[in-house]
């Protein structure tokens, strides 16, 4: 068991998941297996397309409770060094780019967390990204240069929480 894959997560994400694995196993599982019995219903399986979509859909919610109960069993949770400022897991960064060595007013925050609550929309990076590993260890008014899509670019550190 020791050399299976740590999920790092806050205690936050941790409970998303949970509260995602209950709604899978309480909600989607049996509306699952309702449609299967339905689509079982109308016959000839070999063209029961309605049977096909629900077993692919079965296929999935259990793919995805088993990856979330293994998240769980594996999870570390991150805690919060609110004394230190340097990046680390939980921790969110705000940075500017430099252009020709100056601010370019375009302020970013991020917190950095485990892959397993990542959600860039929410401004929530994994760990594993290209940015996130450039910035870990680093420090307020250090300047780090990104690899990003759509290139590279240099940033300055404004500020660690």
């Given at each position: 068991m020791s050399n299976e894959k740590q999920y790092p997560m806050t205690l936050e994400g941790k409970q998303k998941l949970e509260d995602e694995l209950n709604t899978l196993k309480t909600v989607?599982?049996?509306e699952v297996v309702e449609r299967i019995?339905?689509?079982r219903s109308f016959g000839d399986l070999s063209e029961n397309s309605e049977y096909d979509s629900a077993k692919e859909e079965?296929?999935?919610v259990e793919g995805r409770i088993s990856l979330i109960e293994q998240m769980l069993r594996n999870a570390v949770i991150i805690t919060e060094d609110d004394s230190s400022n340097t990046i680390?897991?939980?921790k969110t960064v705000t940075f500017d780019e430099l252009i020709n060595g100056k601010r370019a007013n375009f302020e970013e925050s991020y917190t950095i967390v485990g892959s397993a609550e990542a959600d860039p929309?929410?401004?929530k990076i994994s760990n594993d990204s290209p940015i996130?590993?450039?910035l870990m260890g680093k420090?307020?008014?250090?300047?780090v240069k990104l690899t990003t899509p759509g290139g590279d670019m240099?940033?300055?550190i404004l500020e660690v929480k």
């Amino acid at each position: 068991m020791s050399n299976e894959k740590q999920y790092p997560m806050t205690l936050e994400g941790k409970q998303k998941l949970e509260d995602e694995l209950n709604t899978l196993k309480t909600v989607k599982r049996p509306e699952v297996v309702e449609r299967i019995k339905v689509a079982r219903s109308f016959g000839d399986l070999s063209e029961n397309s309605e049977y096909d979509s629900a077993k692919e859909e079965q296929g999935f919610v259990e793919g995805r409770i088993s990856l979330i109960e293994q998240m769980l069993r594996n999870a570390v949770i991150i805690t919060e060094d609110d004394s230190s400022n340097t990046i680390s897991l939980g921790k969110t960064v705000t940075f500017d780019e430099l252009i020709n060595g100056k601010r370019a007013n375009f302020e970013e925050s991020y917190t950095i967390v485990g892959s397993a609550e990542a959600d860039p929309i929410e401004g929530k990076i994994s760990n594993d990204s290209p940015i996130a590993k450039a910035l870990m260890g680093k420090h307020v008014d250090d300047v780090v240069k990104l690899t990003t899509p759509g290139g590279d670019m240099e940033v300055i550190i404004l500020e660690v929480k």
